[in-house]
């Protein structure tokens, strides 16, 4: 009996809903986690847009200038089965934080250093996880790769972007694969460390090649090793200010 309740319950209800005009479905209606649409990512000065997908993938490039600098070859604009050289050290080979500046070093040296990954005389602590992918990478390139990739960075300029600023204070710090510098004002001491990390994490993380990183260490100022005069590490609040 109850089952035949529920029965004519049911074929009621769809009956109505069938006389009844049903409302067109809204972009709110669609759960935004099931459909998620893509997410387009733009840096200053550039007319380029990238997906998120893009930005995080390991074999392809993120050149949001590409009339700045040659064309680049495979090895370091990446390819389905390579990591791209690009990825970390950028096309213009500024590197970013945590990966270091190829524009400018003889490809000879590159070259070197590569080998020296293949051989396994240059190691990576475990732990450092662009080392690491590094390593990959000298083992999945070809000896034509390499030289194409050192040819071309040894071709490029150098431009610095790194600024060392002393000091006793400096703003938190947290990790996301890098330092990341608090901008709500915390500060923590800085010790006997050397912390380096992006000015703008967000330009940082879509491979901006103009974002620039500061250094700050606990060190006499560059020029008290030549002279002898000791260090005057900057307070919290000239840093602040320096910011």
Not at 134 to 163: C, E, F, H, P, W
Request: include cysteine; charge should be positive.
């Amino acid at each position: 009996m109850l089952r035949w309740i529920l029965s004519v319950i049911i074929a009621a209800a769809a009956s109505a809903a069938m006389g009844q005009e049903r409302a067109p479905v809204t972009r709110d209606d669609v759960p935004a986690w099931a459909f998620p649409a893509p997410m387009l990512y733009s840096v200053p000065d550039s007319t380029r847009k990238i997906t998120e997908v893009v930005q995080y993938d390991r074999t392809r490039t993120v050149d949001w200038y590409p009339d700045e600098h040659p064309a680049m070859p495979d090895a370091v604009k990446g390819r389905i089965t390579v990591y791209a050289c690009s990825f970390c050290h950028l096309p213009t080979g500024g590197g970013r934080a945590g990966n270091g500046a190829l524009a400018g070093l003889s490809a000879n040296y590159i070259r070197e250093q590569i080998a020296n990954m293949k051989s396994g005389v240059r190691t990576y602590d475990p732990r450092f996880t662009t080392g690491i992918n590094m390593l990959l990478v000298a083992k999945m390139d070809t000896q034509s790769d390499i030289d194409a990739a050192a040819n071309y960075y040894a071709g490029l300029k150098y431009r610095k972007l790194l600024r060392v600023v002393e000091a006793v204070e400096i703003p938190h710090v947290t990790t996301d694969a890098v330092y990341i510098f608090d901008t709500s004002g915390a500060m923590e001491p800085l010790g006997e460390r050397i912390i380096e990390g992006p000015d703008d994490k967000e330009r940082f993380r879509r491979r901006d090649p103009y974002i620039t990183s500061r250094s700050r260490a606990a060190l006499r100022w560059p020029g008290a090793r030549r002279t002898g005069r000791p260090a005057t590490p900057a307070t919290g609040q000239d840093l602040r200010a320096a910011r």
